[in-house]
């Protein structure tokens, strides 16, 4: 029997249904699991996502798009085929795609992040749920047992901690994170009453965009509209990377500044950003999330798609489950994507 | 332990000076007598020796963390340190009752696992990481392991030391000299002694009794040189206000004479005399209370002497010494093959007194004096005759084929200050410079990336470097071996090919290696193991100090010191050097090291 995702130069591809999943090339059809850059790129001709996100994929792609959405769980047919989108946890309205055809089910996560036992789920986009399948396509990010995530709770004390101490020192906090997904879930875990928060041009409209669909934020202003300059030293700043440098940081005065990410779990890669601090915020699985998640599909069969790819891949098979790989153009490799905490550049929301 | 790992992670967190000796001064103040002790001895670069192997470390940590081999080394390979390594991939710990101090967990936990049957020495570190958070675990692999480091730099922990204290840095740095010499270990004795009020000093002296060492054992603080990088004319003045040395290639020491007892102690105040007879012989027949300052190198009775110099011999190359350093048994053999000596440039103590604060010359004169007093002879590094900078360029000129690193230069006038620093606040010049030889450079290509450790981990910049078998004759002939290279065609043994030479990790700012990092990805043709090779495209300026024969390398050379200077893009492939070219660089007349 042929299988129901494959993947093509364009993109991971579903023959009976004749669309892509997250295309980097330009499609006919793309079903998009969510709104970062690396998985919804513009020119497609049709898309369909999550409705939820669909203020998110057309302040990012263009107003003008042929845009289709669904409810999480709501299913479409498509030239037999059936698709459905059910929760990845990852940012808001983010996906994991469920295609149905003759008896089989194939799952492609896009980028998830399981909520740990025991946790309080994410108040900014839904809490990722698992999909029984016989094939499920799972990413990697972090598809090293080095990586493991402690509690939010512990984290986000952690930052606020920083954030006062600076305050009480009279010097800005600014925090560089990525605008999408990793921002507002700061802005939803941070103890809003140590000072004002401000937020940088790329980060404020995807604010505006969580707030539109109901997620509660905290206040948050850009630079501009803070008159008194001495509210700024008590202030959080999140901000990505690529504002630190700039004329605009230098507003702020004194600062000091960390960075956001799962890739601050390794000290060489804290050390080597260049940041007075590293907080370990991840909005993919950490080790035991992609082995939880992937147990809970029941599938026999996995794909492992961007990160740690052979290591997944041969840690399964020795787990007895069939494991593959597909070679795709999200995020970066494992490697490349250890330069994102420097540049911030390649691939997004880690 | 708990707190030390709070002072780890503070100074950790932070790359502001201040801010680091602000968290050791809170620290100081926290931690009882017996944990500092511990913890400043660390900060400083104690090493103990190593209580447990890193195989058995490794191998204990996988099985606890339930993980196949295979991907424990990948973990590695990603993080880039062991000990982090192990502290992330245990499963999360299970928290226990307030853990003991810092001293408490060397003396009672850790030391006792020395030479302790492996199974003990699993069961205890199982128990340790069952209680430790991931800092927790990470210090005590480190600790265990004998690989702690912390970015601190001695100099700093002093500061903070004498802070807490309310004593001069200088004192504190005379006091802590030996203090993390890995023989001993740290007690809330010493550490009291460090941190003791100073002495009155006596009257009729102006302070410095105040600084005498308080166990006869310790040295001086090294005064250490500036590289000198401008013209001497523009940047020191007249040359008559200086006195030339040769620079050699040993390694410094001072030999400390007092109390009948002999100490040699080198700059990483690591106490070497176990290690040279030769000293000890050399030194006891010394007056009590003396203290020289000089190079301890092996020393050629055969070769003829340094100019200036009227002692027969002279200092044999760097890689006799390293040879000898590395032999364990000091055996007749041995101390015939590679005899050490030691050419004495300075005199900070005689007859008890200090004599740093005394001009450079002076000093030198008493070195002199002492010299001819004692028996055996003690060696004086030659002062070079030069009134004007051109004379001494010129003896700097033939710095490389006498087997020397360049000239030093003193101020006449200039007291024996403490590190490496150009001037005191008070009037008396201080100043001591190298004025190093120009270092040798070729053009290399790079053909293997291998990813750093520590803050480099998962980025490339060990590189290794090819030069070429023979000149290329135009750049059509090098692209011809690039293809061959990168089709995986095995190179013509009688044809033109790139030969590995050397390797480099340093001299490229942060921004060049990620540079030079994203060509290495964007180029890879394959990947053993940790290592890549690239098709060659980037060559690179490297300098190094010096070359010698060695047939253990494909090259037939073996290069001092390699580093890069810069990337060259300006420079194409078939324009890199020549093996050819390398050899000519050999010292002519020495025959090759077994």
Redesign the interface.
Same mark, same amino acid.
């Given at each position: 029997m042929s299988d129901l995702i494959v993947q093509r130069p364009e993109g991971l591809y579903c023959p009976p249904g004749d669309f892509y999943i997250d295309p980097w090339r330009r499609v006919d059809r793309a079903v998009i699991t969510h709104a970062h850059a690396d998985h919804a790129r513009p020119g497609h001709g049709h898309y369909l996502a999550t409705a939820v996100s669909e203020g998110l994929l057309r302040a990012r792609l263009g107003a003008d798009i042929t845009f289709q959405g669904l409810a999480y769980g709501e299913a479409v047919e498509h030239r037999g085929v059936r698709i459905s989108l059910h929760p990845a946890g990852h940012v808001l309205g983010s996906a994991q795609v469920r295609v149905e055809h003759g008896g089989r089910v194939w799952v492609a996560s896009g980028d998830y992040r399981p909520t740990p036992a025991g946790a309080t789920p994410d108040r900014t986009c839904t809490p990722f749920e698992p999909v029984r399948c016989d094939v499920f396509i799972t990413e990697s990010t972090f598809g090293l047992p080095i990586y493991r995530w402690q509690p939010d709770a512990r984290l986000f004390g952690e930052i606020n901690a920083w954030w006062a101490a600076n305050a009480e020192a009279g010097r800005a906090s600014v925090l560089v994170c990525y605008s999408l997904g990793k921002a507002q879930r700061l802005l939803a875990g941070v103890d809003a009453s140590i000072g004002p928060i401000v937020c940088h041009g790329a980060v404020e409209p995807l604010n505006r965009a969580y707030r539109a669909v109901g997620v509660a934020l905290p206040e948050t202003r850009l630079v501009s509209e803070v008159a008194d300059r001495g509210a700024l030293r008590r202030a959080l700043v999140l901000c990505p990377g690529s504002a630190l440098g700039t004329p605009w940081v230098r507003r702020f005065g004194e600062f000091s500044d960390a960075f956001a990410s799962g890739w601050m779990q390794v000290r060489g890669q804290r050390r080597r950003g260049g940041h007075d601090r590293g907080f370990v915020l991840s909005d993919h699985a950490d080790w035991p999330g992609l082995l939880t998640a992937i147990g809970a599909t029941g599938a026999p069969r996995v794909i492992v798609t961007h990160g740690s790819v052979p290591v997944l891949v041969r840690y399964l098979q020795e787990q007895g489950l069939q494991a593959e790989a597909f070679e795709t153009e999200y995020g970066d490799d494992q490697e490349a994507a250890a330069e994102a905490p420097a540049g911030a550049s390649a691939g997004e929301g880690a | 332990m708990k707190r030390f790992a709070e002072l780890y992670a503070a100074l950790?967190? *932070? *790359?502001s000076t201040a801010a680091k000796v602000d968290a050791l001064v809170a620290y100081l103040a926290a931690a009882p007598d017996e944990d500092a002790a511990w913890a400043v001895y660390f900060l400083a670069g104690g090493k103990p020796r190593q209580t447990v192997r890193t195989a058995l470390l490794r191998a204990v940590a996988t099985e606890a &963390?339930g $993980?196949?081999d295979? $991907?424990f080394e990948?973990?590695y390979q &990603?993080?880039?340190?062991l000990a982090?390594?192990i502290a $992330?991939?245990l499963p999360?710990p299970v928290p226990a009752a307030e853990p003991p101090g810092l001293a408490a967990w060397m003396h009672e936990r850790l030391l006792p696992l020395r030479g302790a049957d492996d199974a003990t020495v699993a069961h205890a570190l199982r128990a340790a990481w069952r209680e430790l958070d991931t800092l927790g675990r990470f210090l005590l692999v480190k600790l265990v392991g004998g690989g702690f480091r912390v970015g601190v730099s001695k100099l700093l922990v002093q500061r903070a030391v004498a802070r807490h204290a309310g004593l001069d840095a200088t004192l504190v740095a005379a006091r802590m000299m030996g203090y993390t010499d890995g023989k001993r270990l740290p007690t809330a004795e010493a550490w009291r002694a460090v941190i003791a009020p100073a002495a009155i000093a006596p009257a009729g002296t102006d302070g410095p009794a105040a600084a005498m060492p308080h166990e006869p054992s310790q040295p001086w603080p090294f005064f250490l040189a500036q590289p000198l990088l401008e013209d001497p004319a523009e940047a020191l003045g007249p040359a008559s206000d200086w006195l030339a040395e040769w620079k050699f290639d040993g390694i410094r020491g001072q030999v400390v004479r007092r109390a009948g007892g002999v100490w040699v102690w080198s700059r990483g105040e690591e106490l070497m005399t176990e290690r040279f007879p030769e000293l000890q012989a050399l030194a006891a027949g010394w007056p009590d209370g003396t203290v020289v300052d000089g190079e301890i190198v092996v020393w050629d009775r055969e070769a003829p002497p340094l100019p200036g110099a009227d002692t027969p011999g002279r200092p044999a190359p760097f890689a006799r010494l390293q040879q000898r350093i590395g032999r364990q048994a000091l055996n007749a053999k041995v101390l015939a093959d590679a005899p050490v000596g030691f050419v004495a440039y300075d005199v900070l103590e005689l007859g008890g007194v200090d004599q740093r604060v005394r001009p450079q010359h002076e000093r030198r004169a008493a070195l002199q004096a002492l010299a001819a007093a004692v028996s055996p002879r003690l060696v004086v590094s030659p002062l070079l005759a030069g009134a004007d900078w051109p004379s001494l360029a010129a003896w700097r000129a033939q710095s490389r084929s006498l087997g020397v690193e360049g000239l030093m230069l003193k101020h006449r006038d200039s007291r024996y200050g403490t590190g490496r620093v150009r001037r005191s606040g008070d009037d008396a010049p201080l100043a001591w410079w190298k004025w190093k030889v120009e270092p040798f450079t070729v053009d290399g290509v790079l053909i293997y990336a291998q990813?750093g450790?520590?803050?480099?981990?998962?980025?490339y910049t060990d590189y290794t470097f090819a030069v070429w078998n023979r000149a290329p004759a135009d750049a059509d002939e090098a692209q011809a071996v690039v293809e061959a290279i990168a089709a995986r065609r095995p190179p013509d043994p009688d044809g033109l090919q790139l030969v590995a030479f050397t390797k480099a990790y340093s001299g490229l700012t942060?921004e060049e290696f990620?540079a030079v990092?994203?060509v290495i990805?964007k180029t890879t043709l394959e990947k053993f193991g940790p290592v890549r090779s690239v098709r060659p495209t980037m060559v690179f300026e490297l300098a190094f100090e010096g070359i010698a024969r060695s047939p253990r390398h494909k090259s037939g050379v073996a290069l001092r010191f390699p580093r890069m200077l810069r990337p060259r893009p300006d420079k194409p492939l078939h324009e890199a050097d020549t093996l050819p070219a390398l050899l000519a660089l050999l010292p002519a007349s020495r025959a090759a090291p077994a």
């Open positions: - | 950790d967190a *932070t *790359t &963390a $993980l196949p295979w $991907l990948a973990s &990603a993080v880039g340190d982090e390594t $992330l991939v999360p990813a450790h520590g803050r480099r981990a998962s980025v942060d990620r990092d994203a990805r």
